[in-house]
Nanobody, 121 residues
Framework: QVQLVESGGGLVQAGGSLRLSCAAS????????MGWYRQAPGNKRELVAT???????NYADSLKGRFTISRDNAKNTLYLQINSLKPEDTAVYYC???????????????WGRGTQVTVSS
C-alpha cells in the first residue's frame, strides 16, 4: 500500500504562485509514475502532469508553460509549481501514483485526498 498526502494549497490572488507537495509513504519502491490531477466544481477530474521515476515529464497541452512537476525520490515527495495563477485554476488538486504511466493516466492505483487551490481575481 502507498499513502499520498498533499499540502500547499490555499487562497492566492491571480498572478501569484503556489507550490504543491505530495508526500508518499508505504511501498513506494513499486511506484514508477506519479502525477497531479485537478477537479474544478462541476467538472470532471483532469490530468495536469505526470513524471516517471526517471524524471520524464508530460503536461496537459492547455497547461504547458505555467505548471512544473518535479519529484525528489530520496524524500518520496512530488511537487507541482504553478505560476501566473488564474481564477480558472481554482480546483482541488490531487496527487496520484501508479506502477506505470499507462495506469497513472487511466486508472491511478493510489490517490491522495486533495488540496484546495482557490485563485481570486
Amino acid at each position: 500500500q502507498v499513502q499520498l498526502v498533499e499540502s500547499g494549497g490555499g487562497l492566492v490572488q491571480a498572478g501569484g504562485s503556489l507550490r504543491l507537495s505530495c508526500a508518499a509513504s508505504g511501498s513506494t519502491v513499486s511506484i514508477n509514475a506519479m502525477g497531479w490531477y485537478r477537479q474544478a466544481p462541476g467538472n470532471k477530474r483532469e490530468l495536469v502532469a505526470t513524471i516517471t521515476r526517471g524524471g520524464s515529464t508530460n503536461y496537459a497541452d492547455s497547461l504547458k508553460g505555467r505548471f512544473t512537476i518535479s519529484r525528489d525520490n530520496a524524500k518520496n515527495t512530488l511537487y507541482l509549481q504553478i505560476n501566473s495563477l488564474k481564477p480558472e485554476d481554482t480546483a482541488v488538486y490531487y496527487c496520484a501514483a501508479g506502477y506505470g504511466l499507462v495506469q497513472l493516466t487511466t486508472t491511478p492505483r493510489y490517490w491522495g485526498r486533495g488540496t484546495q487551490v482557490t485563485v481570486s481575481s
